[in-house]
């Protein structure tokens, strides 16, 4: 893969690209939270429909599809209760990254995870789309009018996106190791992908993904037992990290984060890259009232590492600051 596929990252325009996204190590570093500049996108109306019933906290409903623009997603739902939370993914993997504590959350209340395009059984996308307006899709079509946003990594990007653009439907946020478009990246965050992704442009897809499996940020030390799990994760499904992508990029939400005005928890990991642990500290500066917390010995991905610490400080959160 050519250099220039990675600086034109750098140089989008607000009226969009011509080619969609090759994939690869670039490919990757625009999911790892590399910041685009965007298209300022319109506020529509929510509809005000009832939550619908869902399955029993015990018995989680078979996953299904939801159809979006020009594609379809992924996803499945569990519990019960007036809002519903919603478990957003990285950049890394797909939903099946929250099966340890998908248990917990399904017996709490209403949850529904998704896959987005791409990533696990949600087909990658062949034309241009929206992340936010798929998300908007999904809790419409699900009759969700009172949503938890639970974003990890750049699924914490895009809860931040949908929260800027439909303010209505969310009453919280939880943003785990989470980013802020408009906020730029170090050199040294840079490299470590490009290092990483470097087996992809040889085609050598077991090496790039056992790099990112063994990468020292996305899981602590001695958890060895959650890198074979985010390896197995990978290995089954390459193609979360080797799609090619046609999202269409956004508008900065960093100078707009005093807009959102809804109770905010930031969960970073003490093991996680430090461009995450600025952008948590930019990210607390800018939503007013927001509370960051730092989880002890885990990385990136925490609620593989310790999910039952993880689904507690969500819970305990979620919990002090219901209406």
């Not at 009172?146 to 209505?168: C, K, M, N, R, W």
């Amino acid at each position: 893969m050519k250099m220039a596929i990675l600086l034109s990252l750098f140089t989008l325009s607000l009226e969009g690209r011509d080619q969609p996204i090759p994939e690869g190590r670039a490919m990757i570093i625009q999911r790892l939270l590399l910041p685009v500049a965007g298209l300022c996108l319109s506020l529509v109306a929510w509809g005000q429909a009832p939550p619908q019933s869902s399955a029993t906290a015990s018995q989680a409903a078979p996953g299904a599809f939801v159809d979006v623009e020009g594609g379809k997603l992924y996803y499945e739902e569990c519990g019960t209760g007036p809002e519903a939370m919603i478990l957003i993914h990285d950049g890394i993997v797909h939903s099946a990254v929250w099966d340890d504590v998908w248990p917990a959350f399904c017996k709490r209340g209403h949850t529904i995870r998704y896959d987005r395009r791409g990533f696990g059984r949600t087909p990658a996308s062949t034309t241009w789309y929206t992340e936010t307006e798929d998300l908007a899709a999904l809790l419409r079509q699900r009759k969700v009018t009172h949503a938890i946003l639970v974003g990890s990594s750049h699924g914490g990007e895009l809860s931040i996106d949908f929260t800027l653009q439909y303010p209505s439907p969310v009453r919280q946020l939880v943003l785990v190791g989470a980013v802020v478009s408009g906020l730029p990246y170090t050199d040294h965050f840079l490299n470590r992908g490009i290092a990483n992704s470097r087996p992809f442009d040889k085609g050598d897809v077991p090496g790039g993904l056992s790099n990112w499996a063994k990468d020292k940020y996305l899981l602590a030390s001695g958890h060895d037992a959650a890198k074979k799990r985010l390896l197995d994760l990978l290995t089954a499904n390459p193609q979360d990290m080797t799609h090619s992508d046609y999202a269409r990029p956004t508008q900065a939400a960093l100078p707009r984060l005093k807009e959102i005005h809804v109770p905010t928890l930031i969960l970073t990991g003490d093991a996680d890259i430090p461009d995450v642990h600025a952008h948590a500290g930019a990210i607390e500066a800018g939503i007013p009232g927001s509370k960051r917390v730092i989880l002890p010995e885990t990385g990136h991905l925490m609620y593989l590492e310790k999910p039952e610490e993880f689904s507690r400080a969500v819970f305990t959160f979620i919990d002090a600051n219901s209406l």
